[in-house]
C-alpha cells in the first residue's frame, strides 16, 4: 500500500485565490512527522512546513497552513493568496518514528499552475 | 538551514561511461546522507543510504554495482554511475543529516544526460 498518496496530479487556481492541495498517508506509528516540500523546475528542494504526528495546533507558516486531521490521516497543505512564483511540484513526505533523521517517504506530487 | 551542495549541477556523458557525483554538507558534519533519483514528472526514490566509514544501504532494486556510493568524510559523498546508459538519465538528488535525531537537508540537485 502506498505510504503517500497525493490525489491531484494538477491543479489550477487563480492567483490570490486560496489553493489546497490533498495528502493522505498511512502509518502504524504513533510518533511520526508530515513535510511539505516545494519543487521548481530548477529541481531544488524547498522546505515549506512540518508537523509532528503529536502537535496539536496546524502549523502554519506565513502562507502556508497545513489541515491535519489524524483521525482521517490526512495533511493538506494550504496557501493563501497564490502567487505566480507558487507555480511548482509539491510533494508531501512522511517520517516515520520518533527520530528527526529518518528516512523520508515522498507522494507523487502535484503540479500547481497559478493562473495571472 | 544547513546547507548542502551538489557538484555538478548538471553534466552529459556518453552511453558506457562513468560518472561521479559529489554531495557535500557545507556547514555541518553529515554522518548519513541519502542519496535519490528522480525520473521526469515522477516523484523521489530513495535509492541508497549512505553512513560514513560504511558501506551504503541500498535499496530494492538499486544496483549497488552500478551506483557506488562512496561517504568517506563527514562532509562528502560520492555517487558514481558506471557504464551510463540512456536509461540511467534522471535528476539526482542528495540530502544529508547530523545525526539520528537530526532532520535532513537537500542538496540542489544533479541533472544527468547520457547520450
Known amino acids: 500500500a502506498q505510504k503517500i498518496t497525493q490525489t491531484q496530479p494538477g491543479m489550477f487556481v487563480q492567483e490570490k485565490e486560496a489553493v489546497t492541495l490533498d495528502c493522505t498517508y498511512d502509518?502504524?506509528?504513533?510518533?511520526?512527522?508530515l513535510f511539505w516540500y516545494k519543487q521548481p523546475s530548477s529541481g531544488e528542494m524547498i522546505f515549506l512546513i512540518y508537523?509532528?504526528?503529536?502537535?496539536?495546533q496546524n502549523a502554519t507558516e506565513g502562507r502556508y497552513s497545513l489541515n491535519f486531521q489524524k483521525a482521517r490521516k490526512s495533511a493538506n497543505l494550504v496557501i493563501s493568496a497564490s502567487q505566480l512564483g507558487d507555480s511548482a511540484m509539491y510533494f508531501c513526505?512522511?517520517?516515520?518514528?520518533?527520530?528527526?533523521?529518518?528516512?523520508?517517504?515522498f507522494g507523487g506530487g502535484t503540479r500547481l499552475m497559478v493562473k495571472p | 538551514g544547513a546547507v548542502v551542495s551538489q557538484h555538478p549541477s548538471w553534466v552529459i556523458c556518453k552511453s558506457g561511461t562513468s560518472v561521479k557525483i559529489e554531495c557535500r554538507s557545507l556547514?555541518?558534519?553529515?554522518?548519513?546522507m541519502f542519496w535519490y533519483r528522480q525520473f521526469p514528472k515522477q516523484s523521489l526514490m530513495l535509492m541508497a543510504t549512505?553512513?560514513?566509514?560504511?558501506?551504503?544501504?541500498?535499496e530494492q532494486g538499486v544496483e549497488k554495482d552500478k551506483f557506488l556510493i562512496n561517504h568517506a568524510s563527514l562532509t562528502l559523498s560520492t555517487l558514481t554511475v558506471t557504464s551510463a546508459h540512456p536509461e540511467d538519465s534522471s535528476f539526482y538528488i542528495c540530502?544529508?543529516?547530523?545525526?539520528?535525531?537530526?532532520?535532513?537537508?537537500f542538496g540542489p540537485g544533479t541533472r544527468l544526460t547520457v547520450t
Open positions: 540530502s544529508a543529516r547530523a545525526g539520528l535525531l537530526y532532520e535532513q537537508y
Open positions: 502509518t502504524s506509528d504513533q510518533s511520526y512527522g
Open positions: 508537523q509532528g504526528s503529536y502537535d496539536e
Open positions: 513526505a512522511m517520517r516515520e518514528g520518533p527520530n528527526a533523521g529518518n528516512m523520508l517517504t
Open positions: 556547514d555541518f558534519q553529515a554522518t548519513t
Open positions: 549512505s553512513n560514513e566509514g560504511s558501506k551504503a544501504t541500498y
